[in-house]
């Protein structure tokens, strides 16, 4: 999903951005930017976003900034600024954006193929490479909490060919990539906390309850009708979490290979 401003069906108490020097708000005190929602495309971040968004201690942007910024497709920074220039604008224009909720606690949800897009930074400078998920997770964002969705690399691959039509290696890779973070997150930072797709769809109090006590606010049962959230595409609302989606999926054999490994790490086989 595109990060554009979508309408909501419930209220917000929005004041107007502050507009300031970017590097400034990076580390300016006190600023409302709280967490992440991060997964792969097709992984479940949407649903978990919409869930969270309808808390009502909680404001959740779709993939605000993340297209035009950590993929740079409204950047054209030097070469050898590219990662900077594209990580600090979209922190920036986060900060900025959740000053507008000042009494809300706002996050933001983005797939790490987004994520990837920053490794043009490292094509573009072979010799000067920056490690790409330490610098975003622990030096930009390292007061930002993450919340990770994790989700069957069978069933994700399968939804990313039919719904995206890209080709299914490519799926696999991507989804690959998502393990890569899931990984570094696991072992790497200190403040986030990783939950399954699928747990979401079967259990989802259990799981919301878990991500609010990680936030540091307690569980509502309003948010079980952010299943409708309207920042949410058409096709991704619903009545009722849709069970079916937990089911597992087969792949082809030389595709099951490739993210094997990954998928016996995850616990999945």
């Known amino acids: 999903m595109i990060g554009a401003a979508c309408q909501t069906d419930r209220p917000r108490c929005a004041e107007p951005a502050v507009t300031e020097n970017g590097l400034h708000l990076i580390h300016a005190p006190g600023d409302n930017f709280k967490f992440l929602v991060v997964g792969a495309g097709r992984g479940g971040t949407s649903l978990l976003a919409?869930?969270?968004?309808?808390?009502?201690?909680?404001?959740?942007?779709?993939?605000?900034?993340?297209?035009?910024?950590?993929?740079?497709?409204?950047?054209?920074?030097?070469?050898?600024?590219i990662f900077h220039?594209?990580?600090?604008?979209?922190?920036?224009?986060?900060?900025?954006?959740?000053?507008?909720?000042?009494?809300?606690?706002?996050?933001?949800?983005?797939?790490?193929?987004q994520i990837h897009g920053l490794e043009?930074?490292?094509?573009?400078?072979?010799?000067?490479?920056?490690?790409?998920?330490?610098a975003f997770f622990n030096d930009y964002l390292k007061h930002v909490k993450v919340i990770f969705v994790l989700r069957d690399?069978?069933?994700?691959?399968?939804?990313?060919?039919?719904?995206?039509?890209?080709?299914?290696?490519?799926?696999?890779?991507?989804?690959?990539?998502?393990?890569?973070?899931?990984?570094?997150?696991?072992?790497?930072?200190?403040?986030n906390v990783c939950v399954r797709f699928e747990d979401i769809l079967l259990h989802p109090q259990t799981v919301l309850t878990r991500v609010c006590g990680f936030l540091g606010i307690s569980y509502e049962q309003e948010m079980?009708?952010?299943?409708?959230?309207?920042?949410?595409?058409?096709?991704?609302?619903?009545?009722?979490?849709?069970?079916?989606?937990?089911?597992?999926?087969?792949?082809?054999?030389?595709?099951?290979?490739?993210?094997?490994?990954?998928?016996?790490y995850c616990g999945y086989i």
């Open 50 to 81: 919409g869930l969270l968004d309808y808390h009502s201690e909680l404001e959740v942007g779709f993939e605000l900034f993340s297209v035009p910024n950590l993929l740079g497709q409204e950047l054209h920074p030097q070469d050898s600024e």
């Open 85 to 113: 220039e594209r990580v600090t604008a979209f922190v920036s224009a986060c900060r900025q954006e959740a000053n507008r909720y000042p009494t809300a606690q706002w996050g933001n949800k983005i797939t790490t193929e």
């Open 120 to 134: 043009d930074h490292n094509l573009a400078n072979p010799q000067s490479k920056v490690e790409i998920l330490d």
């Open 153 to 191: 690399g069978r069933a994700c691959v399968n939804s990313k060919v039919r719904r995206t039509g890209q080709p299914i290696m490519t799926a696999c890779e991507r989804w690959r990539y998502s393990v890569q973070c899931y990984k570094f997150l696991s072992n790497r930072h200190a403040n």
């Open 224 to 264: 079980l009708n952010g299943v409708r959230n309207r920042k949410m595409l058409p096709e991704y609302q619903g009545e009722k979490l849709d069970t079916a989606k937990a089911e597992p999926v087969e792949l082809p054999d030389n595709c099951f290979r490739m993210i094997e490994d990954d998928l016996k």
